[in-house]
């Protein structure tokens, strides 16, 4: 069986951790590439939420990896084993990487449903059990580019004990092996990339022996599970991360699920992670709210002029909620266009940005789709949340490359004194 090809170019390594790169020769015939550190574009089956393709290809530098869930796809498996095309032709995505992950970072799983022999996922029509067998059955008729092994993640919980942690570990490598070995033994999956799981909840020795252990193994990245907003605070899982991405390979990425915070993203950047889940901007979308942080480390005062108008007009907050646990929580790097104050502000969403509906529609006509629950409301937040989210991880690899991340934090955290 031919391995994946890709390959994992770093340009910039800084203080031992925070890596700036490219991955080449992405897909089954190596005509993608994505710079790291970047994030995946977040689809439902292969959608962005409210968007259409010619819609979201109005946006510029898109990512060259698209996300889809292993949940959406389980419930469509009979259909798309008649139409054996794979899911990209299936869905009419050409021109990208595919990616499918176990769960929906966007998405509350219910926990309790693990065995040492299954998983479950959970689609529209509730909960689908899978053994190696049905997993492997589903990517073998998907056809993705790269795929999540099955894991064991329920341990991220403070309440996980030290023996469950230790047994998720176990199962999540047993699947692994099980999963691999099926694997090479399919033509269908010939140069498909495995990323496999590390797990381990709050304990540094079995983060330590899955990360280890996990990188014995002839996978193509990882994806590092349990980390996610609420999971734990941002110190211990900045220690724990910095600990695990020194025991995996420089060669190969890793990618950190359920974390999409900007401030969040940014200090696990510099723990070591180079991939990130884009679901953040359809959260944000689906609270009516448009995504108005600031990441601008221009020093020309006059580009830079509009991140300060917008602060003293109030819309941007010192982040204040840092430890919220709830995902579906407004955070302080967006604005509720919902909220009346804006039925008469007459200003793009955020000044000076690109896209779309900043160029032209003003923040009160986005309000009056929002309280008169118009569809488009729906499509021009997605369309200004997508590319500001996409604009801030430019903004990251720029600061990299040019040493001005503590600019960059000081701009994204609210306190970007010039
Ligand atoms: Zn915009």
């Known amino acids: 069986m031919a391995a994946s090809r890709m390959k994992l170019e770093l340009s910039r390594v800084v203080q031992g951790n925070t890596r700036l790169g490219l991955l080449k020769e992405m897909g089954r015939m190596g005509q993608h590439s994505l710079d790291i550190p970047g994030c995946l574009l977040y689809t439902h089956l292969g959608t962005v939420p409210h968007l259409t393709q010619d819609t979201l290809h109005t946006l510029s530098s898109l990512p060259a990896v698209t996300q889809v869930t292993l949940s959406n796809m389980a419930e469509h498996q009979d259909v798309l084993e008649e139409f054996k095309g794979g899911f990209k032709k299936f869905a009419g995505l050409h021109d990208t990487v595919l990616y499918c992950s176990l769960h ?61 942690v230790r047994k998720s570990v176990d199962r999540t490598l047993a699947h692994l092996d099980e999963c691999l070995m099926v694997h090479q033994k399919s033509q269908e999956l010939d140069g498909v990339g495995v990323f496999g799981v590390v797990e381990g909840g709050d304990i540094l020795e079995e983060r330590l022996r899955s990360a280890r ?157 929002l309280v008169t629950n118009e569809l488009l409301a729906g499509v021009l937040l997605m369309i200004h949340n997508t590319s500001h989210y996409h604009g801030f991880f430019r903004a990251i690899r720029a600061a990299l490359a040019s040493d001005k991340m503590d600019l960059l934090r000081r701009r994204v955290l609210g306190n970007g004194k010039k």
């Open 213 to 369: 252990e996990t990188a014995k193994r002839p996978v193509a990245g990882f994806c590092l599970d349990g980390f996610q907003t609420g999971a734990m605070d941002q110190v211990l899982r900045s220690q724990l991360i910095s600990a695990v991405t020194k025991e995996l390979p420089e060669d190969k990425p890793r990618l950190l699920q359920g974390v999409g915070r900007p401030d969040e993203v940014l200090a696990c950047v510099e723990a070591g992670v180079d991939l990130f889940e884009g679901f953040f901007p359809f959260q944000a979308t689906e609270r009516g709210c448009a995504l108005c942080f600031s990441f601008d480390i221009t020093p020309d005062p006059e580009s830079a002029a509009p991140d300060e108008e917008q602060r003293t007009a109030g819309e941007t907050q010192p982040n204040r909620d840092l430890n919220c646990v709830d995902q579906t929580h407004m955070t302080s790097f967006e604005m509720n266009l919902k909220d009346k104050r804006y039925q008469d502000d007459f200003r793009p969403l955020v000044e000076g940005c690109g896209c779309y509906c900043c160029r032209n529609h003003q923040r009160a006509y986005v309000h009056h789709l």
């Open 104 to 164: 929906d970072p966007a998405a509350q799983c219910p926990t309790g449903h693990t065995t040492n022999k299954t998983v479950s996922v959970w689609g529209s029509g509730g909960r689908i059990e899978l053994t190696v067998a049905k997993f492997m059955a589903l990517q073998k008729t998907a056809q993705p580019d790269w795929y999540q092994s099955m894991a064991d993640g329920e341990t991220w919980q403070a309440s996980a004990s030290r023996k469950r």
